[in-house]
């Protein structure tokens, strides 16, 4: 019985030397080790063996079983090696490969207007309020002074959604709920930009969706000249220092008086080209100095306080600052468009 082990252990190294591969390896480790295997088949019949023979025959058994057993082991640790070296080099980085670019966006030119109107009026104190898109008739229309039947209405054709909600059609109402929420507290100083919806035709400069940033001051003796000093701060800022202002008569039913304010053309800077059909002025937005009957209707005291009020469409100030020519280009999400304003 010890030769048949020493045979059996010689035959399995033969055969371990020459394995290939895991699979195989496999394999014989089921065949020499396997409970079906030889060695467990003489271990089973070591009952039959004399008292003595047993513990000297056991010993060579375990004796084979390890040797067996770790030069499988070794072969399985070499075979994981190569595995793994072989892995490291199919999976080789080459590191001097050009990378791929990151696709980088860019902010909408109509936000980027936006967050410079915004950032000028922050810079003279003032604060930024938000109000609804669906809008009652009351705040739209009547608490600026356009109770119903009021001519003016026509000015601004509406979508209604029921006789009394309306798509908001001037940021306007934002003020009015500012006022009311401000409870005659002055000073009121906000500026309310957002989106605003009119029943136009689009063409190349009117949609029937766009924005306005509208703006208010009360104050104490708050007058004309701060209104235009105002605007001309927020001009010159916006379109360079050299920039002029003018104000011509105009009527909104909410100021009194109102004025059209033009600014010097950005395109000639005042000489007259085709952009201002040689005026050399463009208008770019309306103010004026608060109604007093929407100041008391907010509750304000018009003999105690004054204040002024304008109003800019974003789209209109976009278009001269970037020679945009038609309005829809801003909402085609064209990327060929867009990406001409991605600042990186
Ligand atoms: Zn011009």
Redesign the pocket.
């Known amino acids: 019985m010890k030769e048949r082990l020493i045979e059996l252990k010689q035959e399995a190294v033969a055969q371990l030397s020459k394995v290939a591969d895991a699979t195989h390896l496999n394999d014989l480790r089921v065949k020499y080790l396997g409970k079906k295997g030889p060695l467990t088949e003489i271990l089973r019949g070591m009952g039959s063996l004399s008292a003595e023979e047993r513990p000297l025959i056991g010993q060579v058994a375990n004796e084979v079983r390890g040797a067996i057993e770790s030069l499988i082991e070794e072969k399985q640790e070499h075979f994981q090696r190569q595995e793994t070296e072989q892995r490291l080099a199919a999976e080789k980085v080459d590191v001097t490969l050009p990378g791929r670019p990151l696709k980088q966006g860019g902010i909408h030119p109509l936000n980027q207007v936006i967050q410079d109107i915004e950032d000028i009026f922050i810079g003279m104190g003032y604060r930024i309020a938000e109000g609804p898109e669906v809008e009652t008739d009351y705040y739209n229309f009547e608490s600026l002074n356009l109770p119903k039947n009021h001519p003016a209405r026509d000015m601004q054709d509406s979508f209604y959604l029921t006789e009394d909600l309306l798509m908001r059609t001037q940021t306007s109402p934002v003020q009015v709920r500012t006022m009311e929420a401000m409870k005659g507290e002055v000073p009121v100083k906000v500026i309310c930009p957002g989106r605003v919806y009119r029943r136009d035709d689009d063409d190349a400069t009117h949609s029937f969706q766009f924005h306005q940033i509208e703006g208010i001051v009360i104050g104490p003796r708050i007058r004309m000249s701060d209104l235009k000093g105002t605007l001309l701060q927020f001009t010159r800022e916006m379109f360079g220092s050299d920039t002029q202002i003018r104000l011509r008569p105009s009527f909104f039913p909410f100021t009194e008086p109102s004025v059209e304010v033009d600014v010097t ?1 950005v ?2 800077s ?4 085709r ?2 059909k040689n005026s ?1 002025w463009l208008e770019i937005l309306g103010s004026g100095m608060m109604h007093p009957r929407v100041l008391e209707m907010s509750g304000y005291d018009p003999e105690k306080y004054s204040g002024f009020a304008f109003g800019m469409g974003v789209e209109r100030i976009a278009m001269l600052k970037y020679g945009v020519d038609d309005i829809r280009h801003f909402y085609n999400n064209d990327l060929r468009f867009l990406g001409q304003f991605a600042t990186i």
Do not use: E, M
């Open positions: 053309c395109k000639c005042g000489k007259g080209c952009v201002c050399g």
